[in-house]
């Protein structure tokens, strides 16, 4: 027994980890968006301008949206951004009753590949349909709400649109609310049974599908991209292993193994009550020898110089991460506070050209989708 079931519950609840996956993100989004955006608002439409500022459906600007946006197509590979309006009826707000009501405007939100569930691309390379999944909350009411948490699953098509809701399995519903496998084609249950309910549908009078495609590179695969943390997410993870050996070392060098005689263990125990016994305490509390072994019983711990092993290997692992992405700047030889990097400026300027041609493209694939994404805010707002 290498170690017993307490203890592996003890190591996993102690387990720990510095998140370099999100610390590489979070630096590219930095990089990005450090120089500030320049958008030409002085020729924008008012609806534009009005848009950047309220980009989402809680206020925030375009750049929050669009720092989100970059961040999830970093880590997904891509991302989708939906458009809605909250007009209350279902053709195109003009600018005259836009101006009318104030509560009428375009907003955004961002819609993870996880959640975008089926699209359909033309010939011409534009979308023919999406179906995608959000989360509701029956939270209208605070005291007569259920509070509960469904799935809502939306389709987008360039004719029209459809909301739909999972039924719960105790709910009575009306009949002709009710997609089955007979009049709809969206998710029915494996049984035959009616799954969704129609909450809402109407006529997009858009013309197009009111979303766009944020990838990550130009792959070519639309599918299954390619995300920046694809590979750096497996050195993290050893990372997080390593650490938790290490931290099983220090734990065993600060509360050492006894080394006991075997028959002491089984005293007043058969054979299946003593396997027991040893596999709840495990060989990491007791090592056992043979009674007759002229040996008294004892306290180890293990050698310390392993964990100097574990610890170089973290760091390399550390060193690669930033390093595979072109950001080993970030990391000096050792760690951020142990010294000067002693890279050659060769090395630092191959380091700096291939994160330069990363963050070139990466701003180039937002601003086309912050282009595409204006186009659709003129054709919510009839502008």
């Not at 946006?69 to 891509?78: D, E, H, K, L």
Request: net charge negative; charged share 25%; proline share 4%.
């Amino acid at each position: 027994i290498k170690e017993g079931d307490f203890e592996f519950h003890d190591r996993r609840n102690r387990a720990y980890r510095f998140n370099h996956t999100r610390e590489v993100i979070g630096l590219l989004t930095k990089y990005v968006f450090k120089e500030g955006i320049i958008r030409n608002s002085d020729d924008a439409p008012q609806c534009v301008s009005d848009f950047w500022l309220h980009a989402t459906l809680c206020g925030s600007d375009v750049d929050t949206l669009m720092k989100q946006a970059a961040s999830q197509s970093s880590i997904n590979g891509c991302a989708w951004i939906l458009t809605d309006t909250t007009a209350q009826d279902e053709t195109i707000v003009s600018v005259a009753d836009a101006k009318k009501s104030s509560e009428n405007r375009v907003f955004a939100y961002i819609v993870k590949p996880q959640d975008m569930l089926d699209f359909s691309i033309s010939q011409s390379g534009d979308l023919n349909w999406i179906l995608f999944r959000v989360k509701h909350r029956d939270d209208q009411d605070p005291i007569n709400s259920t509070g509960a948490v469904i799935n809502r699953y939306i389709l987008w098509t360039k004719t029209d649109y459809m909301v739909m809701e999972e039924i719960p399995s105790d709910e009575k519903i009306a009949v002709q609310n009710v997609i089955t496998p007979s009049n709809g084609p969206i998710l029915p249950a494996s049984d035959g049974t009616p799954k969704l309910r129609l909450v809402k549908s109407g006529t997009n009078a858009l013309g197009v599908v009111p979303a766009i495609r944020v990838p990550h590179t130009e792959d070519g695969d639309i599918y299954a991209p390619h995300g920046l943390v694809d590979d750096v997410v497996y050195l993290d993870r050893a990372n997080a292993n390593y650490l938790s050996n290490l931290d099983a070392i220090i734990q065993d060098q600060t509360f050492s193994q006894l080394v006991m005689p075997a028959a002491a263990l089984n005293t007043g125990m058969d054979d299946m009550d003593a396997s027991k016994k040893l596999t709840e305490m495990g060989t990491k509390r007791i090592f056992t020898y043979a009674s007759d072994a002229a040996q008294p019983p004892k306290f180890i711990s293990p050698d310390a110089s392993q964990a100097s092993v574990i610890t170089n290997a973290i760091q390399t692992n550390i060193n690669e991460i930033y390093h595979s992405i072109g950001m080993a700047g970030e990391r000096t030889k050792q760690d951020n506070s142990m010294g000067i990097d002693n890279s050659s400026g060769v090395a630092k300027a191959y380091d700096f050209d291939r994160l330069n041609a990363m963050l070139r493209m990466k701003a180039r694939r937002l601003e086309d989708a912050e282009n595409a994404l204006v186009n659709l805010v003129c054709l919510w707002s009839g502008d």
